[in-house]
């Protein structure tokens, strides 16, 4: 079983910064991931990172975020800056086991079987 907690959500202007944690428990997961979704729009992947540091970006924020994981505080992160009015989403951390190959980073909702709450970002413009 794996909890999944986020923090760090809020509102900020266009071309602000936001940093999101999301605290893990289990061991059961060799991925964590981070999605958004929209009301009205499917929920979709964010960033991705797997156990090694291979990491995988949506091309909506390559260059303007940055995941990360802190293994000793088994803590994630979503570095989000240069935000943009249509960054606005509930943010949810996601927690995957995944037997790919070893460059593969699941992406998809299917293939995460944890999930957090959300925390809600809000970019005005």
């Known amino acids: 079983q794996v909890q999944l907690v986020e923090s760090g959500g809020g509102s900020v202007q266009a071309g602000g910064s936001l940093r999101l944690s999301c605290a893990a428990s289990?061991?059961?997961?060799?991925?964590l991931g981070w999605f958004r979704h929209v009301p009205g729009k499917e929920r979709e992947g964010v960033a991705a990172?797997?156990?090694?540091?291979?990491?995988r970006y949506a091309d909506s924020v390559k260059g303007r975020f940055t995941i990360s994981k802190d293994n000793a505080k088994n803590t994630l992160y979503l570095q989000m800056n240069s935000l943009k009015p249509e960054d606005t989403a509930m943010y949810y951390c996601?927690?995957?086991?995944?037997?790919?190959?070893?460059?593969?980073?699941?992406?998809?909702?299917?293939?995460?079987?944890?999930w957090g709450q959300g925390t809600q970002v809000t970019v005005s413009s």
């Open positions: 990172i797997k156990s090694g540091g291979i990491t």
């Open positions: 996601a927690a995957a086991q995944t037997y790919g190959g070893f460059w593969y980073v699941p992406f998809q909702r299917n293939e995460y079987t944890y």
């Open positions: 289990g061991s059961t997961y060799n991925t």
